[in-house]
């Protein structure tokens, strides 16, 4: 069964300082794994996705994130904070290609951005 | 190109009520998943559709949860009867075959 922890629910950055959200994953199978951030009362927007191929992934608004398999890790990162980063981000697993079949959700980190 | 479609986008009701919630996914979109969010947790997969077969409902509690995907396009979840435990956000996403996943704004249920 695949398993996602996401390090810290809550994570306060200040603006222009360099966001870091962790991931970890389990898989029996070779994962794949997603970034996807939630704003207030909305749904969840894609950000970025590793299949295979390149382990350094990049994403929209400027996220990036590396899959490590000897760490079990999926990190995401960005390298300067802006007050509208601040959402909801949820890492997440699956072990078909494109995430054909249903995703494996870590319980999100909440991403606060100080002024 | 329009995203997924979900209504309503609130509802409330009480404990034994039923209620439906609607998706219609991206045009062309042949997977469409219902999962269920619970607050401060990540979003849940209850069931999964390929056209209008169901892939994957193992973590549906089909005692009071069921749905149908009839024509391959649209779909409706229904709970009846609805617990406390039930409140939740109910995500829709659809996908193309082997492609990532496009989430809908979810309805949010409240059962009192």
């Known amino acids: 069964a695949q398993s996602v922890t996401q390090l810290g629910s809550h994570v306060s950055v200040s603006e222009g300082a360099l966001v870091l959200l962790r991931c970890n994953y389990s898989?029996?199978?070779?994962?794949?794994l997603f970034w996807y951030v939630q704003y207030p009362n909305q749904g969840l927007q894609l950000l970025l996705k590793y299949t295979t191929g390149a382990t350094l992934v990049k994403g929209i608004n400027g996220f990036e994130a590396e899959f490590k398999k000897s760490e079990t890790s999926f990190h995401l990162t960005k390298p300067s904070a802006h007050m509208s980063d601040a959402a909801e981000y949820f890492c997440a697993v699956s072990d078909s290609g494109g995430g054909a079949d249903g995703l494996t959700f870590g319980k999100g980190t909440h991403l606060i951005i100080q002024p | 190109e329009a995203g997924v479609a979900q209504s309503p986008r609130y509802k409330i009701i009480e404990k034994r009520q039923s209620v439906a919630f609607w998706c219609n996914p991206i045009s062309g979109h042949a997977t469409l998943y219902w999962y269920q969010q619970i607050l401060g947790q990540g979003p849940k997969l209850l069931i999964q559709f390929q056209n209008n077969g169901v892939v994957d409902d193992s973590q549906l509690p089909k005692d009071r949860f069921s749905a149908e995907r009839l024509k391959g396009v649209d779909s409706t979840l229904k709970i009846q009867p609805a617990k406390l435990e039930d409140s939740a956000v109910y995500l829709c996403a659809s996908s193309l075959a082997g492609q990532a996943q496009y989430f809908g704004p979810g309805t949010r249920l409240l059962v009192l």
């Open positions: 898989s029996s199978v070779p994962p794949y």
